[in-house]
C-alpha cells in the first residue's frame, strides 16, 4: 500500500514538474523587465489591442452554438437508439468515431472545396445566399459545422459513458407507467440523470473550439485563436503574454462550466 501511494505521489509531481516549472518560466518571462524589477506592459497592451474583445466574444459564441448544436443532434439520437433500436447503436458509434480518421487539414480542403463550388452552380437557386450566409465573418457558420464534426467523437464517448451508467430503458417505462409522456420522461428523468455526461460532452467541445487554430485560419475568420496568434508577433514578451492568456481565459471557462454542474448537483442532492 505504502509503495502505491509513493508511486502515485511521485508521478504526481513529475506531472507537476512538467507542467508548472514551464508556465512558471513563461510567466516570469512575460512580466521581467530586464532590469531586476517585474512590468505588466505586455499584458496591458494586449488587452487593449483592437479586436481582442470582438474574437473573443465570437470564439464564445461559437462554442456555445458548438455545444448546442451537438447535444440536439448526439442527445436524441443516442436515446432513440437505446430506447428503439439498439442494433443501430454501432452505427452510430462508427459514424460519430469518423472524424478521428480524417486530418483536420483535409476536412478544411473539403470545406474550401464546397464552397468554391456553390457559387459556381447555386447562382441562380435559392442555396447560393445560404452558401454566403454561412460565411458571413460576424458569424461564420461554416466553423460551427466545423467544430461540430471535430468534436463529435470526444462528446459521443463522454455521453455514452454517461448512458452506461444509467438503464433508459427502465427509467423510461417507470416514467410511462407513472403517467408521463415520452418527452416528459426525457427531461424530467433521463436527461438529470445524464448530467455528469452533457458536461463533460460540453467540456470538451468548448476546450475545442477555443483552441481551434487551422481551419479557422485556412477559411480566413478570427476567432480568438487566430487573433492572438496573428498579435503575439510583436515581440518575445507579448507572444509569451499572449500564450498565458490564452491558457487562462480557456482554463475559466472549463472551471466556470465544471462549477455550474457541480453546484446544481449539489443543489438537488
Known amino acids: 500500500m505504502n509503495r502505491i ?48 474583445r470582438d474574437s473573443l466574444v465570437l470564439s464564445l459564441e461559437l462554442a456555445g452554438v458548438s455545444v448546442a448544436v451537438l447535444l440536439l443532434l448526439l442527445v436524441p439520437a443516442m436515446l432513440a437508439a437505446r430506447l428503439g433500436a439498439p442494433k443501430l447503436r454501432p452505427v452510430i458509434e462508427i459514424i460519430c468515431s469518423m472524424p478521428l480518421v480524417v486530418p483536420v487539414v483535409a476536412l478544411t480542403t473539403g470545406i474550401i472545396g464546397v464552397l468554391r463550388w456553390g457559387p459556381d452552380y447555386l447562382q441562380d437557386t435559392p442555396f447560393f445566399q445560404t452558401i454566403v450566409a454561412v460565411q458571413d465573418p460576424n458569424f461564420p457558420i461554416v466553423l460551427v459545422i466545423a467544430y461540430v464534426l471535430m468534436a463529435l467523437p470526444f462528446a459521443y464517448r463522454a455521453l455514452d459513458a454517461g448512458l452506461r451508467g444509467v438503464d433508459v430503458v427502465t427509467l423510461v417505462e417507470a416514467a410511462r407507467n407513472c403517467g408521463a409522456g415520452w418527452l416528459r420522461a426525457v427531461f424530467t428523468v433521463v436527461l438529470p440523470n445524464l448530467r455528469s455526461g452533457l458536461l463533460n460532452a460540453a467540456v470538451l467541445t468548448v476546450a475545442l473550439v477555443l483552441g481551434e487554430f487551422t481551419t479557422a485560419s485556412i477559411l480566413g475568420f478570427a476567432p480568438f485563436s487566430v487573433w492572438i496568434n496573428s498579435n ?38
Open 5 to 52: 501511494r509513493f508511486g502515485r505521489g511521485l508521478v504526481l509531481l513529475i506531472c507537476g514538474i512538467y507542467f508548472a516549472v514551464p508556465m512558471a518560466a513563461s510567466l516570469w518571462f512575460s512580466i521581467d523587465d530586464n532590469k531586476g524589477g517585474t512590468t505588466f506592459r505586455a499584458y496591458t497592451e494586449l488587452l487593449n489591442a483592437p479586436g481582442f
Open 232 to 269: 503575439g508577433k510583436s515581440d518575445g514578451q507579448m507572444s509569451v503574454a499572449v500564450s498565458m492568456l490564452s491558457l487562462l481565459i480557456v482554463w475559466l471557462v472549463l472551471l466556470l462550466m465544471s462549477a455550474v454542474g457541480r453546484g446544481r448537483k449539489t443543489a438537488r442532492s
